[in-house]
């Protein structure tokens, strides 16, 4: 077997190791310089040694760390908007799973709740059906108002049935203005808590509001379930928002990180070397030899500086740096993230979406129905401000907007390119996308802005990641078992056509 070479360095040290820094663990000094026991059993001619490899691999360390910034960079700059983080298959499952656990949990409980199919104890009724509808009446006419079990601009509706008889509360929804002014007890208690009259709902019918009485009557005992299948339908669409790739001052940090380390050890090599000289121009009878190389500038700093090899490290790195910026730059033209334009009136979302937990629908009505969530007209906004904050200062531009028959100019905030096609509905309705997935958490902002990207690239890596949402869908159904026979992933958009250029470009 051929014999280990062993370097001239690794023999250098041993030999140190033996003659007495086996427990010297650290450099100590005085004011004479270096201590005097760090010299014991150490002949001159080892302490030149010692700076003469100090000064030799400090060259050395800085070279290398030169090289592997640039290596760095050179990642850095081809790689400016990589999807570096990828989802975990197995924890989108589990998520799935839970969200069909969720929903038929409610399915459960929803059958126990009208297996009587009659009516209640205040002869509401219990049928699915007419709760189904009660339902879809509560969340377009009263849930900007009210919650079941929740107080908001008004009372909490649960348990109303036995505060008041279900006349009285057909009575009171449709005229509340006139029963209040009737000098009823109990209206009046609502009226001087809330300071506000309710708009009349005459308009709904006897029919009508005793379906929505059913409803909240069957909510105040399944909200909780209830609510948690609602929430599972934009589960999936939240992972394709998850992250963009990590930022890019990720690297950056690296590169910032690796320069200290260099200065760091350099400074620190800098003082042994120094210490060093001190020490051996105090000792006499050094050799001729050492008496020159001490003399000599091993880690000569300019030499460094005007090496070809160094400064052409450095001119990559700053050229690499350059041209990430340049084009991380190219790359964002167009790219209105984070634009926040001031609005002629200042409507909070954080006040509407978010404490008054009004639907996004409400306002936005086309959402659920066409290509366009469509900007609300002045006439919703008087739904509710006909009766709340009159004089509001606000408030008051809607009104003069409607007194002189303009509209009012709100600034768009999300905007795609006319080239590009997008519909709402499709992905509000059949996806089941919650709002958030691509405009963010407005219910938490008080001035809107555009948090997603909205570029080619990042609506290509939602329909890559995106599960279909086939649930209760008949359509899918020969479409799921085809793609189970060819693989055991979930079905996504982007194997149902979801990346083909015609389906946005046409």
Not at 72 to 93: G, H, K
Not at 166 to 172: A, H, T
Not at 219 to 242: L, M, R, W
Not at 360 to 386: D, F, L, Q, W
Request: aromatic residues 8%.
């Amino acid at each position: 077997m051929k014999a280990k070479v062993k370097s001239p360095d690794f023999e250098y040290f041993t030999k140190l190791h033996k003659k007495g820094l086996k427990n010297q663990s650290r450099f100590l000094f005085d004011k004479n310089g270096l201590h005097a026991n760090f010299g014991a059993g150490l002949k001159n001619r080892d302490m030149t040694q010692l700076y003469t490899f100090l000064n030799m691999n400090a060259f050395r360390l800085m070279t290398k760390t030169l090289l592997s910034l640039a290596v760095i960079c050179l990642l850095w700059a081809v790689s400016p908007y990589q999807a570096w983080a990828q989802d975990d298959p197995q924890e989108d499952q589990t998520e799935q799973q839970a969200d069909d656990d969720a929903t038929d949990d409610t399915d459960a409980a929803q059958d126990d709740a009208t297996a009587s199919g009659g009516t209640s104890a205040n002869g509401l009724s219990t049928d699915q059906a007419v709760i189904d509808e009660g339902k879809k009446l509560f969340d377009a006419n009263c849930a900007q108002c009210h919650g079941i079990n929740k107080r908001m601009v008004g009372p909490a509706l649960a348990n109303v049935t036995d505060r008041q008889s279900v006349p009285w509360l057909v009575n009171f929804i449709k005229y509340p203005q006139r029963v209040i002014d009737s000098g009823d007890p109990y209206a009046v208690k609502l009226y001087e808590e809330y300071k506000q009259y309710m708009p009349n709902q005459d308009a709904l019918g006897d029919e009508n509001i005793l379906k929505i009485l059913s409803y909240i009557e069957w909510a105040q005992e399944n909200e909780g379930t209830a609510a948690t299948a609602s929430g599972g339908g934009g589960g999936g669409g939240s992972d394709a928002s998850k992250a963009d790739g990590p930022a890019s001052g990720l690297l950056l940090g690296i590169i910032i990180g690796l320069i200290v380390l260099l200065l760091v050890i350099a400074v620190v090599m800098a003082l042994l070397v120094s210490v060093l000289v001190g020490y051996l121009r105090k000792e006499e009878g050094l050799a001729a030899e050492d008496e020159v190389l001490l003399n000599e500038k091993i880690f000569d700093i300019k030499a460094m500086l005007t090496n070809k090899v160094v400064i052409g490290l450095v001119s990559f790195i700053l050229l690499a740096v350059v041209g990430k910026e340049t084009l991380s730059g190219l790359y964002s033209v167009g790219v209105q993230r984070g634009y926040a334009p001031e609005q002629p009136i200042k409507f909070s979302h954080k006040l509407h979406a978010g404490f008054y937990e009004i639907d996004c629908e409400y306002c936005h009505t086309g959402a659920s129905r066409g290509k366009s969530a469509v900007i609300p007209s002045a006439n919703i906004c008087m739904n509710c401000h006909g009766e709340i904050r009159q004089g509001s200062p606000e408030i008051q531009k809607i009104y003069q907007a409607i007194e002189n028959d303009t509209p009012i100019q709100w600034v768009r905030i999300h905007n795609l390119t006319d080239l590009s096609y997008f519909n709402h509905s499709q992905h509000v309705n059949v996806a089941g996308l919650e709002c958030q997935t691509c405009h963010g958490e407005v219910q938490e902002m008080e001035v809107v802005q555009q948090v997603s990207l909205l570029t080619m690239g990042w609506c290509i890596n939602c329909h890559r990641e995106q599960k279909v949402a086939a649930k209760d869908n008949d359509y899918y159904d020969r479409l799921i078992q085809l793609h189970e026979n060819a693989s055991k992933e979930p079905l996504k958009v982007s194997d149902i056509g979801g990346l083909e250029c015609g389906k946005c470009h046409y």
